[in-house]
């Protein structure tokens, strides 16, 4: 079993820029592939960035190219969300993902973080 927590969300104002963090513990995360996910109201679940576990293999959603950065640090067992110029539709809440496994996108999400809400306002 593998546990993440995510942390970093909040308010921001448009062009601003947060931080997401997810830890994990439990089963040694280094073999496991990192992702972001987020949901909106009304919206489906999409996954705007995801790494493989050597962090060798990245992939953004167009959405989110060029703002938005995603790394990890095995040492630390944590993966992290940089957002950068965020946008008023960039309001979700952001869940942390892992999977074992071959880096494929959609990931299949074996294990999900609680959540952490970002709001930007314009």
């Known amino acids: 079993q593998v546990q993440l927590v995510e942390s970093g969300g909040g308010s921001v104002q448009a062009g601003g820029s947060l931080r997401l963090s997810c830890k994990a513990s439990?089963?040694?995360?280094?073999?496991?592939?990192g992702g972001w996910f987020r949901q909106a109201p009304g919206k489906e679940r999409e996954c705007v960035a995801a790494?493989?576990?050597?962090?060798?293999?990245?992939y953004y959603a167009d959405s989110v190219k060029g703002r938005f950065t995603i790394s990890r640090d095995n040492a630390k067992n944590t993966v992290y969300l940089q957002m950068n110029s965020l946008k008023s539709e960039d309001t979700a809440v952001y869940y942390c993902?892992?999977?074992?496994?071959?880096?494929?996108?959609?990931?299949?999400?074996?294990?999900w973080g609680q959540g952490t809400q970002v709001t930007v306002s314009s």
């Open positions: 439990g089963r040694t995360f280094i073999r496991y592939n």
């Open positions: 790494i493989s576990w050597t962090g060798g293999r990245i």
């Open positions: 993902a892992a999977d074992g496994g071959p880096f494929s996108v959609p990931m299949s999400g074996d294990y």
